[in-house]
């Protein structure tokens, strides 16, 4: 009897374990090269997904048939490279969708260049919106991501009206050069702004005293046109961030570290409730909204509107700025630029109270992190030349000294340019090195005229950040500034940090060939560490049983192929939360 009950009961339990342990799965990816980023288990063949979690990481793909219901869908992967999905670590969304969407002219510098883009958007926006930005000319001299190409032209290009009045009767344009020292209005605009017979200074006239189009900075005229633009509408906005979110799907990204503006901030909330977002979402809002954002009742890893725990959309850390950009001799350094012996490059807001930007006042950082860490934020904070550097770190071990406790999740952004003895300072104090491998592919044109070969030495210099023990966290940049465009694909920032190239393979070897890493250490970068950043590595960053489902299946395998074939690599499908976001049409 005793021993009936207890095999009954035994039976029981099996019969309970078994449908505990092996719920039927809604997804099953079965025969890949799943590449874990988990040390005890890196390779694996079958990974089974229940609701939005991975519920087991499996050798054998018949291992799998235990989880396999009706209603489960079962990928095949024929050996495809899965990795945790590509988590970027820093991105401007609201921009990104504007430059895919609106106007880009980065790489445009002929007539025929502009028509063709001014045609490709007039056939995504409604009749009656203005089509605005452009930054023509900024690859005149150099093709994107090329060290070189032609020749730089004697005389500038110049565009005009009537170079693009035919294929934009109904859509007002202001278009401006990279450099905002020249505008392109057609012929509505100039319309809309009652400009178009005027002869306003800092208007280009044709022979026939006509205006061109062509307006100069700072001019009255230029005034008067900005005046009558109109705003976005609501719904172009979404559609701009529609397009952002399938860029991001298509290139296999499942999170993005957005630094976050409030407009945008509400756009997020209202494509999340009509469920369209597919991309989790850490906000980074300026390092001066500690105190409102305590005031609201915010903090680190809560929901903007309902503020409570989300795993897609919540805030992150503050953001922060001490100096300025490598792109326009901004970023500051302790010596001089090679090529402006006068400059040293500037602080920002932050760091500064002069208008003018040359002194410096890192007390006023230093207090603007501390209200930020009492209101439950780390700060991510811009630091890109090596003075920039040095007086963060500096910041940061003040901080650490006065708190009295270890670092976590404080950030250096960027971290371009850093001197040989601040290397191990990163570790030492806990910091992570945001890097954003993609500005060197290309920033390297123009690097060593700018800072000599000796500063070069420290600069995206992944490798030394590494051997110092540093964290590196991968982020694009995205969409980029008025002089570059920095492209969102992970292979782009994946090749520049294991090959050192540009996107034509110059230099042979690489930039600074020492400074390079291994595909693995820019797979952990891309994945577990920016998890990690974002204080959710024990839930998300790597295949693992119990972990958040955020797969990305690529078409070659990054571990196994000659790293000079990374730029072949494309994404078939991204899986966020469990769901496929986005699969490439066979
Ligand atoms: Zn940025």
């Not at 057609?186 to 208007?203: F, I, V």
Request: net charge neutral; proline share 4%; hydrophobic share 40%.
């Amino acid at each position: 009897m005793r021993n009936a009950t207890i095999f009954t009961m035994s039976l029981l339990c099996f019969a309970l374990l078994s449908s505990c342990s092996k719920p039927a799965a809604n997804l099953v990816l079965l025969n890949g090269e799943v590449y874990t980023m988990e040390p005890s288990h890196p390779w694996a063949s079958t990974v089974v997904i229940t609701g939005n979690k991975i519920t087991a990481v499996l050798d054998n793909a018949e291992d799998a048939d235990g989880y396999i219901g009706p209603n489960t869908r079962v990928v095949d992967l024929k050996e495809r490279f899965a990795v945790p999905g590509f988590i970027d670590g820093h991105v401007h969304f609201n921009g990104a969708g504007a430059l895919i969407n609106d106007a880009n002219l980065l790489t445009v510098s002929d007539d025929q260049g502009l028509r063709v883009e001014m045609q490709r958007v007039v056939n995504i926006i409604d009749d009656e919106e203005w089509i605005t930005g452009g930054l023509w000319g900024a690859y005149e001299k150099w093709a994107l991501g090329a060290a070189e190409s032609g020749p730089k032209r004697q005389r500038r290009w110049e565009p005009s009206r009537w170079t693009i009045d035919d294929l934009t009767p109904k859509n007002p344009c202001l278009l401006s050069s990279y450099d905002g020292e020249l505008f392109l209005a057609n012929t509505a605009a100039l319309k809309a702004a009652g400009l178009e017979n005027a002869r306003l200074p800092g208007m280009k006239l044709d022979s026939t005293r006509l205006p061109t189009g062509l307006i100069y900075r700072g001019s009255p005229a230029l005034e008067k046109i900005r005046s009558v633009v109109k705003r976005k509408s609501h719904n172009r906005l979404l559609d701009e961030n529609r397009a952002a979110l399938k860029r991001l799907a298509e290139s296999g990204i499942v999170e993005v570290h957005d630094i976050a503006r409030p407009e945008q901030t509400a756009r997020f909330v209202e494509l999340q409730e009509n469920g369209e977002l597919t991309c989790r979402v850490w906000l980074r809002p300026d390092l001066s909204r500690g105190a409102e954002l305590k005031e609201k009742g915010l903090q680190m890893g809560l929901h903007p509107k309902t503020k409570k725990p989300d795993h897609w959309l919540r805030y992150g850390a503050l953001k922060g700025y001490v100096d300025g950009i490598m792109g326009t001799h901004g970023a500051l350094f302790f010596k001089p630029y090679d090529d402006q012996p006068d400059n040293y490059g500037h602080y920002r807001r932050h760091t500064s109270d002069d208008p003018e930007l040359k002194i410096g006042n890192m007390d006023k950082l230093y207090h603007l992190i501390k209200i930020g860490y009492d209101a439950g934020f780390v700060a991510n904070v811009h630091a890109i030349g090596t003075k920039g550097v040095a007086l963060l770190l500096d910041t940061y071990e003040r901080l650490m000294k006065e708190l009295g406790k270890n670092l976590e999740g404080f950030r250096v952004i960027h971290a371009q340019v850093v001197r040989q003895e601040d290397f191990p300072r990163f570790k030492k104090l806990n910091i992570i090195a945001e890097v954003n491998p993609y500005h060197l592919s290309d920033d390297m044109r123009w690097m060593e005229e700018r800072i000599g070969h000796e500063r070069c030495k420290g600069a995206y210099a992944f490798k030394s950040l590494l051997d110092n023990g540093a964290i590196l966290s991968f982020g694009s940049d995205w969409p980029g500034t008025s002089a570059a465009e920095y492209l969102v694909h992970p292979k782009y920032l994946i090749n520049a940090a294991v090959n050192r190239t540009t996107l034509n393979g110059t230099p042979e070897g690489g930039w600074f060939p020492k400074q390079k890493i291994s595909v693995h250490e820019a797979l952990k970068a891309y994945t577990i560490n920016n998890a990690y950043a974002a204080f959710e590595d024990d839930i998300r960053g790597s295949i693992k049983a119990g972990k958040l489902a955020d797969i990305t299946v690529c078409n070659l395998n990054l571990m196994k192929i000659d790293p000079s074939d990374i730029l072949k690599m494309n994404v078939d499908i991204t899986i966020v939360d469990g769901k496929i976001v986005f699969e490439r049409e066979k």
